[in-house]
T-cell receptor, first 115, second 115 residues
Framework: SQQGEEDPQALSIQEGENATMNCSYK?????LQWYRQNSGRGLVHLIL?????REKHSGRLRVTLDTSKKSSSLLITASRAADTASYFC???????????????FGQGTRLTINP | ETGVTQSPTHLIKTRGQQVTLRCSSQ?????VSWYQQALGQGPQFIFQ???????GRGNFPPRFSGLQFPNYSSELNVNALELDDSALYLC??????????????FGPGTRLTVL
């Protein structure tokens, strides 16, 4: 089962506009991460935000986290054609009694930037 | 580039066959996780290896097995392949399993097609 739910499932905007993607999750977390995936290839780590953080920036990326609502958002400002990709949020989940820490992904948002 | 490599890039097998996928983790990382990503879905956790021991397992049958070697590289083996095993298989390496150290770096993936 998937913990995170991204919204919208698909987003198409013009180059230069801002893109906002949302993620909701179900259980308490230690941190939440956002990844980008181009055309079914490997995942590229974008940003990690810890449960005690509310906002984080990295270049044109801004991530917010609201643990009371169990939600996060990813904002990409001044979008470029190269930002066309699928974006996933991932939350961590611990195995009871074990040391493993797995990532639980949503189904992703497919972002298309039109020139 | 994350420093995580996977081989082969693509693979075609028939039902009932066995397959071995390989992953070399990023230098200094002792933990490897494997994920299965079906088309249009987010990655699903298969299992994790930490210092050559399986450290946690997702909801996958026993015909999915793995190994981790002293140099922390890893293999994923799938026996008795089924059509639904067709997917992108991703490995991810990380520094450790402590809370707050779960930034995982993904390889480019192996695309497995089962006919």
């Amino acid at each position: 089962s998937q913990q995170g739910e991204e919204d919208p499932q698909a987003l198409s905007i013009q180059e230069g506009e801002n893109a906002t993607m949302n993620c909701s999750y179900k259980t308490s977390i230690n941190n939440l991460q956002w990844y980008r995936q181009n055309s079914g290839r490997g995942l590229v780590h974008l940003i990690l935000i810890r449960s005690n953080e509310r906002e984080k920036h990295s270049g044109r990326l801004r991530v917010t986290l609201d643990t009371s609502k169990k939600s996060s958002s990813l904002l990409i400002t001044a979008s470029r054609a190269a930002d066309t990709a699928s974006y996933f949020c991932a939350t961590d989940a611990w195995f009871h009694g074990q040391g493993a820490q797995k990532l639980v992904f949503g189904q992703g948002t497919r972002l298309t930037i039109n020139p | 580039e994350t420093g995580v490599t996977q081989s082969p890039t693509h693979l075609i097998k028939t039902r009932g066959q066995q397959v071995t996928l390989r992953c070399s983790s990023q230098s200094g990382h002792n933990t490897v996780s494997w994920y299965q990503q079906a088309l249009g879905q987010g990655p699903q956790f298969i299992f994790q290896y930490y210092r050559e021991e399986e450290n946690g397992r997702g909801n996958f049958p026993p015909r999915f097995s793995g190994l981790q070697f002293p140099n922390y590289s890893s293999e994923l083996n799938v026996n008795a392949l089924e059509l639904d095993d067709s997917a992108l298989y991703l490995c991810a390496s990380s520094l450790g399993v402590l809370r707050g150290q779960n930034e995982q770096f993904f390889g480019p993936g192996t695309r497995l097609t089962v006919l």
